[in-house]
């Protein structure tokens, strides 16, 4: 069974870091890109960050670009996303997922999903 | 940049009705593009990608179609459990894109 387990949100102040962990099982977790979506309280998905499958090509959504770090690690089957610098729009349930895109063109898009782990920046 | 516009922003329908959202590409996307289904508190579903093929689990009731730029999600007869927040989908290169959203509401 596919799991993606999210861990490493919570309260943080204006300025502050925090590293967001996500531990994948259940599949061959080094032939995936691996993704960060948020989702802002009450709003809609906002895609942060991906990662391809042996992490040399990493991109990132404008806002968060300088600020955020997205690594994996494919001996420890894990992704992570580190976060400074953190303002008040960065609050958001923070969810770790998987697509598919291989050298060839293929693509199949983000299937598994974590249940997310929710980051608040508030003084 | 490609942007995705979902309409309408709610719709608000009876189960046992049909349910048609849309989805405007602002260039071509090809075929690439998906749609997911999320329910409060829940992570999104995926329910459609390339456009017309659904994802494994998804019922017959959930169907895809696209005319050039433009997108639809057809739900066929809406059960309780369809009552939900739909989400576009697509990929350039290594950005990902979502629509804005359709909130399905039960009238």
């Known amino acids: 069974e596919v799991q993606l387990v999210e861990s490493g949100g919570g309260l943080v102040q204006p300025g502050g870091s925090l590293r967001l962990s996500c531990a994948a099982s259940?599949?061959?977790?080094?032939?995936?890109?691996m993704t960060w979506v948020r989702q802002a309280p009450g709003k809609g998905l906002e895609w942060v960050a991906n990662?391809?499958?042996?992490?040399?090509?990493?991109y990132y959504v404008d806002s968060v670009k300088g600020r955020f770090t997205i690594s994996r690690d494919n001996a420890k089957n894990s992704l992570y996303l580190q976060m400074n610098s953190l303002r008040a729009e960065d609050t958001a349930v923070y969810y770790c997922?998987?697509?598919?895109?291989?050298?060839?063109?293929?693509?199949?898009?983000?299937?598994?999903w974590g249940q997310g782990t929710l980051v608040t920046v508030s003084s | 940049e490609i942007v995705l516009t979902q309409s309408p922003v709610t719709l608000s329908l009876s189960p046992g009705e049909r349910a048609t959202l849309s989805c405007r590409a602002s260039?071509?996307?090809?075929?690439?593009l998906a749609w997911y289904q999320q329910k409060p508190g829940q992570a999104p579903r995926l329910l459609i990608y390339?456009?017309?093929n659904r994802a494994t689990g998804i019922p017959a009731r959930f169907s895809g179609s696209a005319s050039g730029t433009d997108f639809t999600l057809t739900i066929s007869s809406l059960e309780p459990e369809d009552f939900a927040v739909y989400y576009c989908?697509?990929?350039?290169?290594?950005?990902?894109?979502f629509g804005q959203g359709t909130r399905l509401e039960i009238k």
């Open positions: 997922a998987r697509e598919y895109y291989d050298s060839s063109g293929y693509y199949y898009p983000i299937d598994y």
């Open positions: 259940g599949f061959t977790f080094n032939i995936y890109w």
């Open positions: 990662i391809n499958q042996d992490g040399s090509e990493k």
């Open positions: 260039q071509s996307v090809s075929s690439f």
């Open positions: 390339d456009a017309f």
């Open positions: 989908q697509h990929r350039t290169n290594w950005r990902i894109t």
